[in-house]
Nanobody
Framework: QVQLVESGGTLVQAGGSLRLSCALS????????MGWFRQAPGKEREFVAA????????YYADSVKGRFTISRDNAKNTVYLQMNSLKPEDTAVYYC?????????????????WGQGTQVTVSS
């Protein structure tokens, strides 16, 4: 059974930075992709960033490109999301997820396991 636990969410002022962490336990494969998604109140859950577990290839939504950085520490089974130059519109619950099936990595429907989420609030 795969388990994901996010941490690091908090209240921050616009322009500030945060680093989210996602600790992964359970069965994983080198072909897995780890993703970050976010969901604001009343909105659909949307793709933020993803990283391939083995090669470390990264992918970003246009809305966060240049501000957010996804990375992983294979030894610690942990994925990070460094968020800089935060904006009020970044306010959301942030979820990490792992994708083992074939399909677009920016689609939430292609991810198999999800964490419980961590709240990020950016004040103006």
């Amino acid at each position: 059974q795969v388990q994901l636990v996010e941490s690091g969410g908090t209240l921050v002022q616009a322009g500030g930075s945060l680093r989210l962490s996602c600790a992964l336990s359970g069965r994983t494969f080198s072909s897995d992709v780890m993703g970050w998604f976010r969901q604001a109140p009343g909105k659909e859950r949307e793709f933020v960033a993803a990283i391939s577990w083995s090669a470390g290839n990264t992918y970003y939504a246009d809305s966060v490109k240049g501000r957010f950085t996804i990375s992983r520490d294979n030894a610690k089974n942990t994925v990070y999301l460094q968020m800089n130059s935060l904006k009020p519109e970044d306010t959301a619950v942030y979820y990490c997820a792992t994708k083992q099936r074939v399909g677009d990595l920016n689609s939430k429907y292609n991810y198999d396991y999800w964490g419980q989420g961590t709240q990020v609030t950016v004040s103006s």
